[in-house]
């Protein structure tokens, strides 16, 4: 989740340690952090997903812990309110180190999950969707840029604001956030899920394509996740003992990852390809592409007995 | 100079287009932040140094512009104190966005520069060696962090310390780090630079190796760079004119990437091996290593028509 202001993972990763398919030990990297001798096989070995090599050491950068965080969740009357509000933050020059976003649906179902609990949500009756943001940094200024924060989302006129300051209080925000996955069972019992990424400028577009593609074929499309970096979580809830909605729900699967790459997106920003995804890859990489890369394999793997039918 | 912070180039490049040698178009990445689909060709197309394939056009990832920034220029005994300092500041949990040191040999290239420009150095005559640090942020945070900073650094008995807290400020303290090159044909008429790097801990061992090495050999090695991420530029000063020191250059520059290599670190930190660290490239990598690069190199040019000779 912290991804909008520490990069992904393998930003993080200095070198590697591999094991060919012939039992050939490479080194890729080293523990320095810049290090340009040769190819970058460090990068292409990480999401590789087993394709290529055995990883058997794997050298990681570490970075000082933030001295203090906070966070901060508002809600607003829709999504385009929301955006805007997170459009906003940017603009301000703030960078979270989180922001993750809750459309109507998932807010629906996260007050079924806390009145089932004899909880209480803490949004107005209003609320059409939610951000919720960490910053992190020095104590200073975490204190300054929570108000600027604040400040910054004014505009889209917030139907509530609720500040963590200390440890309780962020992690009974991100309780919240925690619980969505758990409380989605509540409005169906059958959940196919996605996570797709578009550009973040496109991520309005994207939840509203998304959900009437789940509104034609007669499935629940409910959306949330990483907005700070356009990767977003996609469920597509029905009931599988309805066969109209048993055959629906792969086709709604399958035309939002069309739409997704249709708006410059991925078939998946964080989880991967694995064996679910590989019947989709030609949506977003041509022959070239898969050529290349079938090429490259080769080049690690030439009898091709790594993780075969996976990930490419 | 603010990988230490921000990360190298190759973490900021979301997506590229490329056209192999065949003429063939590929896309790698896209505009999302998060895109693990396939392999990562992005990442491994940059720094390839033109042996993979052309690439045509490139989707980089911003950040915002920091509210504010200072920098701190501060001297020490010697270079030991100095990275005990910058240690110090590591512990601190501070991660200034640059972070330079210069070295005695480099100290006293500037104050030649200055006295013929009729102008003075900021720092003591006890000094020994100096940091640079560079923080940015809110303007609350980075006016909390100065102080801290100050702070790390009093137990390695600063000589001095000068504070640089609005743009003239800055630059008057930068301008001494751009100075090092021209200032370094004040010594010896002729350069012969590297741009190593080592694990950070190792960096006071390293530059003490160079130093011998230069000792040995009978020329100056003049040490100073990025020391937050342990990229270390070493200029071998010498007189070309003097068939002694002619030949004791180029051995000294062997000695000190083979030093390099053996304390973990690598031949070039950032400005690539392009034609001459290619005949060097065994030192860090071995046969194996050098035959999947070149099995790489084949899968996207196998008529090996791309720069060859460079870089692999």
């Not at 409910?222 to 700070?228: A, M, S």
């Not at 055959?247 to 990852?257: V, Y």
Request: charged share 25%; hydrophobic share 45%; proline share 5%.
């Amino acid at each position: 989740m912290r991804a909008l202001k520490y990069g992904v993972t393998r930003d993080h990763v200095l070198g590697l340690e591999a094991v060919l398919p012939g039992g050939e030990v490479i080194r890729a990297g080293s523990r320095c952090h810049k290090d340009v001798c040769g190819l970058d096989l460090t990068r292409l070995l990480v999401g590789s997903e087993g394709s290529l090599a055995v990883i058997t050491e794997a050298v990681l950068k570490l970075l000082p812990l933030p001295e203090a965080s906070a966070s901060l969740l508002a809600g607003f009357g829709d999504l385009e309110r929301a955006l805007a509000g997170a459009g906003a933050v940017f603009r301000a020059g703030l960078l979270p180190s989180a922001l993750e976003f809750m459309d109507s649906g998932v807010l629906g179902a996260l007050e079924k999950a806390r009145a089932k609990s004899g909880g209480e949500v803490p949004w107005p009756k209003a609320t059409g969707a939610c951000l919720l943001f960490k910053l992190d940094g020095s104590r200073a200024a975490v204190g300054a840029e929570i108000e600027r924060l604040r400040e910054a989302l004014a505009d889209s006129a917030p139907t509530f604001v609720k500040l963590g300051t200390d440890q309780e209080g962020e992690e009974a925000l991100w309780d919240l956030r925690r619980m969505i996955s758990p409380a989605m069972h509540l409005v169906a019992p059958n959940k196919s899920n996605d996570d797709v990424a578009v550009p973040r400028g496109r991520v309005a577009e994207a939840v509203a394509r998304y959900k009437a593609i789940g509104r034609e074929r007669g499935v629940g499309v409910y959306c949330f996740g990483h907005l700070g970096d356009g990767n977003i979580h996609v469920d597509i809830m029905y009931d599988e003992s309805d066969p109209a909605q048993a055959e629906a729900a792969p086709q709604a699967k399958k035309e939002i990852l069309r739409a997704s790459v249709e708006m410059g997106g991925t078939l998946t920003g964080e989880h991967g390809v694995g064996q679910v995804k590989t019947p989709y890859l030609g949506m977003q990489l041509g022959p070239a592409e898969r050529g290349l890369m079938a090429r490259v394999k080769a080049a690690f793997d030439p009898s091709g007995i790594l993780n075969p039918g996976k990930a490419l």
